[in-house]
């Protein structure tokens, strides 16, 4: 089901540039468009976790670097019956994590080392723990490859907008409809349209990671104390380059935007409070 909704996204966000270039840039701008959709679709098959990894100078560390942190993921990924995924550090003061890779076998998990700082090893655990449900329940190609796809619509918007600064998408005389309104139009409805496809794909997954995170883990409330800090924390102090980087937001465990983001209108995260409510029903023996 997770390839067919992968295959899925893929369509919808390449469908949504092509249309952009289409509305931009008339014939010529679709076929670009076109093409420049197809080498993203390779690209982000095969290089979307690194692309994301580098966004966000995140440091591969081993057993050396980083001792205790490296052993408490290759203990829950030997519970959860993964391969060792890759693990990064991001120097980062507010606390978050996430997981990237096109399959179990290439999986790497990142953490801030904000998040070292204010957690215990327990509640820790509950975040990887986590990371590692979406590795197992292969969410992390679909995730990753929507996050490089949307980030690149979002930017083919920012382009009408200085082409139509420059009168660069004027129609031409045999009456394509490149800039002016198709322009407008794109630039408004493509961001939109792209985080709401994946607003879509990920509320449920986060549901869905959050339980299985807490059967790798084996105590929900490691998690959902984990949820508690991280949230208050990253409200107070949102991540500045995840600003910078808005169509990755849905990968961290905790909405790194700040509130005043537009990008945090399609926010892809659930309530904490929810989340953190379902969690505690899974500790007392109820159903979730």
Known sequence: MNM???????????????VAGGAMGGETGLLIALVFALVMNVGSYWYSDKIVLKMYNAQEVNQQ???EFYQLVAELAQRAQLPMPKVYVINEDTPNAFATGRNPENAAVAATTGIM??????ELAGVMAHELAHVKHRDTLISTISATIAGAISGLATMAQWAM???LGRNDEEGNSGGGFGAILMMILAPIAASLIQMAISRSREYAADKGG??????PMSLANALRKMDNLNRQQPMHNA????????????NPLSGLSMANLFSTHPETAERIRRLEAMSYGKVM
């Open 65 to 67: 670097s980083y001792p």
């Open 243 to 254: 600003e910078a980087h808005p169509a990755t937001a849905h990968m961290f465990i905790i």
């Open 214 to 219: 807490a059967e790798i883990c084996g105590n």
């Open 117 to 122: 700082r204010i957690l215990t090893r327990d």
């Open 165 to 167: 600064i420059f009168g």
């Open 4 to 18: 067919f909704k992968t295959a899925a996204l893929l369509a919808g966000l390449t469908a949504l540039l092509v």
